[in-house]
């Protein structure tokens, strides 16, 4: 047991933790990632403890290249290579047919398994020193919002961790777009901080299902509720209109481009007063954390244009403010 949470930018203590297999958190250029190797059953477990998280929902791994894909992965369609090869390292996470050594505990008994290479220098540079890929899901307990810093971390793990490796700001500060394959053609999986747009112009178009059921078999950590402020929080495209209906109470607004400069409003977020889809996504998380951290009596969030990284604020947003059935 850890009685010190460590924030470092140590690579060495980052990789003494991982071999003695502890769980450290890892940042990546979408969000950070609480990370074990992916070939321990100890390691894993701890993980799932830790996030508090179903075991039916599914590890990504990360390597550290392309060439490692046929490490973990077989029967790779020629198309996930171009894929990897047009947006590695980066936000894009393939779910491909496993080899047999990745543990079940990481694929929820599937016979698939999720893999990327992920876009920061820091966890590349421990991924190259260590000879096993890293099993990371995002760095939140299950269902909270995902953390961008590595302060958001020790805000929700605190001494429960070995390390925290401190790369800063996450750079697109949403998770990695998922894509599979079915009969070898690219199906979407969950949206993310790539594009639908960029995908399809490399590869053409991509099958498209609505995977928010837990029950799912193919997508079972598509939750209907997810990413969710512990506020209570509506999103709207009429952001006025849901002001007059809460006049009494401490609301906190999430608004894409345009201040609403308003006496009644506690507290307002923009997120990018130029109406830029990528630094609107950087800052989304942060902005979400800063809100559920005031006390107010709700939040409304500005609904989106619905195209590019506006579609996938949208959907983080729609699953933060879907109310438990
Ligand atoms: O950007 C990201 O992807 C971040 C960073 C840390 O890499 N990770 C992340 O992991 O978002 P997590 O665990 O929060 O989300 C992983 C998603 C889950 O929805 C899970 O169900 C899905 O990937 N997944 C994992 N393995 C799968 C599989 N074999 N088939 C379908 N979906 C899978
Ligand atoms: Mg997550």
Redesign the pocket.
């Known amino acids: 047991m850890c009685i010190r949470i460590m924030i470092t930018t140590n690579l060495t203590s980052a990789k003494t933790a991982l071999d003695a297999h502890e769980i450290i958190a890892?940042p990546?250029e979408?969000?950070?990632?609480l990370a074990g190797n992916a070939y321990e059953e100890i390691a894993v477990n701890q993980i799932f403890a830790l996030k508090n998280?179903p075991l039916y929902?599914?590890?990504?791994v990360?390597i550290k290249s392309i060439e490692f894909l046929g490490q973990v992965a077989r029967e790779i369609p020629p198309l996930a290579y171009q894929l990897a090869e047009a947006f590695w390292p980066g936000?894009l996470?393939l779910?491909l047919k496993?080899q047999a050594h990745i543990p079940d505990l990481v694929?929820?008994g599937?016979d698939?398994?999720?893999i990327?290479m992920?876009n920061h220098p820091l966890t590349l540079s421990l991924l190259q020193q260590i000879d096993y890929p890293l099993a990371?899901?995002?760095?939140?307990p299950f269902g909270s919002i995902?953390p961008t810093t590595a302060q958001h971390v020790a805000t929700y793990f605190n001494e429960k961790l070995a390390v925290i490796l401190d790369g800063g700001t996450c750079e697109k500060g949403?998770?990695?777009t998922?894509i599979?394959f079915e009969d070898e053609n690219p199906v979407l999986?969950?949206l993310?901080?790539l594009s639908i747009e960029e995908i399809e112009a490399q590869i053409g178009p991509l099958l498209k299902h609505n995977h928010t059921s837990t029950q799912d078999p193919?997508?079972?950590?598509?939750l209907a509720r997810h990413y969710a402020p512990k506020t209570t929080t509506y999103l709207t495209e009429d952001v006025n209109e849901l002001i007059q209906n809460f006049s009494s109470q401490k609301i906190g607004l999430l608004l894409f481009q345009h201040s609403i400069q308003s006496a009644t409003i506690a507290h307002e977020e923009v997120l990018s007063s130029t109406g830029n889809f990528n630094e609107a996504a950087h800052n989304l998380y942060a902005a979400m954390h800063r809100l559920d951290r005031l006390n107010l009596d709700l939040i409304i969030a500005e609904k989106l244009p619905d195209i590019g990284l506006g579609k996938t604020m949208n959907d983080k947003l729609e699953r933060a403010t879907k109310k438990v059935e």
């Open positions: 890892i990546t979408t969000v950070y990632g998280r929902n599914p590890l990504i990360h936000p996470t779910v496993k694929t929820a599937k698939t398994v999720a990327r992920p990371a899901p995002s760095a939140n995902s949403i998770e990695s998922i599979g999986y969950r993310g901080s193919i997508a079972p950590g598509m």
